[in-house]
Nanobody
């Protein structure tokens, strides 16, 4: 299974950016999906996750109220809409998929994308 992210780039503080992640196989349609990020010199951190039905979402405190995760199981794609971006949101963002439920733990995610760079700077 391959997860391919798109939509990263450079944005000014306070701006918005949307990320997408398409899965290569329908095997992961019934998996939870999420987003993690890693800033230079820092450990990777959980950002957001969504259940396979889309009914349940979970966010890191640092992005709650600013980021929205959603999914389209027909397109086998998960999205991350990022608003009110801050310089501290600068990182490589990774799409993940897995059958586990402890979403804040990296170990439960079976599949990881290659990552897309998001830079928030004026």
């Amino acid at each position: 299974v391959q997860l391919v992210e798109s939509g990263g780039g450079l944005v000014q503080p306070g701006g918005s950016l949307g990320l997408s992640c398409a899965a290569s196989e329908r095997t992961v349609t019934s998996y939870s999906k999420g987003w993690w990020r890693q800033a230079p010199g820092k450990e990777r951190e959980f950002v957001a996750a969504i259940s396979w039905t889309g009914a349940i979402t979970y966010y890191a405190d640092s992005v709650k109220g600013r980021f929205t995760i959603s999914r389209d199981n027909v397109k086998n794609t998960v999205y991350l809409q990022m608003n009110s971006l801050k310089p501290e949101d600068t990182a490589v963002y990774y799409c993940v998929a897995g059958p586990g439920s402890e979403w804040y733990r990296a170990e439960v995610w079976d599949y990881w994308g290659q990552g897309t760079q998001v830079t928030v700077s004026s």
